[in-house]
């Protein structure tokens, strides 16, 4: 059998399903009617008592101790009759609330539990079982109309960038209805990525009710999620002690989450000391782990320790562990230390290894093309063209000098520090 029938069956079997639930409600609707009819009878009882008390005292017909008994003459009764009286089968939370209400308040105590009750009379005729608008929020995958939103904000964008992703579904949560909002919650929570984060964060703070109750589910959902999953691979890793790749899993599972926004200040700042934690446990056990020594330096740059951060990466550049396409975070840490000269020779070391990498960003590459002095508003072709070096053997070897230059000095740290300071 097909997805697609599988698909039909299953819904059918769901909407079946819902039907034979409206149909006991509607069985059992004579047996609650009786029931609230009873506890009304009771409420007004009370309300009765509570109204001759308070004539007798206006009155002033006799000791206002006579009053005070029979108020807890009458409470008494009503907690013996929320213990036993048991209309469905089960204690009644009205007969409860009578009881409690008019022990403190007297006969606004039963007026206010018949006015709730007669509203949930009303109400309750179109209300959706806890059940039902439950399921709703997270509904199985079917071929809906749900996941046909999904394909259209997806289409076209695998070789985007992440964040052009994340920018159209969270249009979608700003501008759509609240159909289509509470669709994307769903299939956000379904195949959360931490690069979600912002949509969720926007469906949080919602101007609609509904939408962020539903928000605030899937976060609750995707951080038991993420708990869960991290249990599994600290024990794991706790098992394979020894072995590099498990603990590089546990630190990357906590380095996806720690600036994600979906988990509290102090839960994020435990999530980065675990990821750091595991990360230089993954380079005990493997020293040339480019992986870890990256996410270790980049955990260094997003916690501001940016001249530790510094000598981090030019330490794993000397030995030859990163790569080139690793100079961003390199270039973000001297930068925001305002120390230009090693940003200048980052930029003359590894620039062009850069700009020949077809993954990096528009962004980053307009960025190297800016610290060596060509206009990145040009075409490429045009940047590429002043990038390439001069035609001319003595060009190429004087070229090939400037850059080894740069490079040495770069991992180094030669030449770095002012004549005046050294």
């Known amino acids: 059998m097909s997805g697609a029938a599988l698909s039909d069956v299953a819904l059918a079997a769901e909407l079946e399903r819902i039907e034979e639930e409206r149909e006991r409600r509607k069985a059992t609707v004579g047996g609650s009617d009786h029931a609230t009819l009873s506890i009304l009878g009771i409420a007004l009882f009370a309300t009765l008592v509570e109204a001759g008390i308070l004539y007798f005292l206006y009155d002033d017909l006799g000791p206002a101790w006579i009053a005070a008994a029979t108020h807890v003459l009458a409470v008494v009764l009503l907690g013996v ?29 039963p007026l206010g539990t018949m006015l709730a009750m007669l509203l949930h009379v009303h109400f309750r005729k179109n209300a959706t079982p806890f059940e039902e608008w439950y399921a709703s929020l997270f509904p199985d995958h079917f071929d809906a109309p749900s996941e046909k939103l999904y394909e259209m904000l997806t289409r076209g964008l695998a070789d985007s960038a992440k964040q052009e992703n994340v920018t159209s579904f969270t249009d979608v949560l700003q501008y759509g209805s609240i159909e289509q909002k509470r669709a994307v919650i769903s299939l956000l929570t379904r195949d959360f990525k931490p ?3 912002p949509a969720l964060q926007s469906a949080l703070s919602d101007s609609n009710p509904a939408v962020r109750v539903q928000a605030a589910t899937a976060a609750a959902s995707i951080e038991n999620a993420f708990l869960e999953r991290a249990m599994e691979l600290e024990q794991a890793a706790r098992v394979a002690s020894g072995d590099h790749t498990a603990q590089l899993e546990v630190a990357r599972h906590f380095d996806n989450y720690a ?33 870890a020594l990256l996410g270790v330096g980049r955990l260094m740059v997003r916690t501001d320790r940016l001249a530790e951060a510094a000598r981090w990466f030019e330490s794993g550049f000397a030995k030859g562990i ?13 930068f925001r230390l305002g ?29 190297i093309l800016a610290w060596q002095g060509v206009d990145p508003t040009r075409d490429l072709e045009e940047a590429e063209r002043q990038t390439d070096p001069p035609e001319g053997h003595a060009a190429n070897a004087s070229m090939d000098r400037r850059t080894d230059t740069a490079r040495e000095t770069m991992v180094t740290g030669e030449a770095l520090v002012p004549d005046g300071a050294r």
């Open 339 to 367: 120390d230009f000269d090693r940003l200048r020779y980052a930029v003359a070391g590894f620039g062009d290894d850069l700009l020949a990498d077809p993954s990096i960003s528009d962004r980053l590459r307009d960025v």
């Open 195 to 197: 690069e979600f984060a």
């Open 259 to 291: 600036f994600s926004g979906i988990l509290d200040g102090d839960r994020q700042a435990e999530n980065r000391r675990k990821a750091e934690e595991c990360y230089r446990k993954a380079l005990d056990l493997e020293p040339t782990l480019a992986d």
């Open 322 to 334: 990163l790569r080139p396409s690793e100079l961003a975070w390199y270039m973000e840490a001297v």
């Open 81 to 109: 009759g929320a213990w036993k009286v048991r209309p469905n089968g089960g204690h009644s939370r009205y007969l409860v609330l009578v009881f409690v209400t008019t022990t403190f308040l007297s006969i606004f105590g």
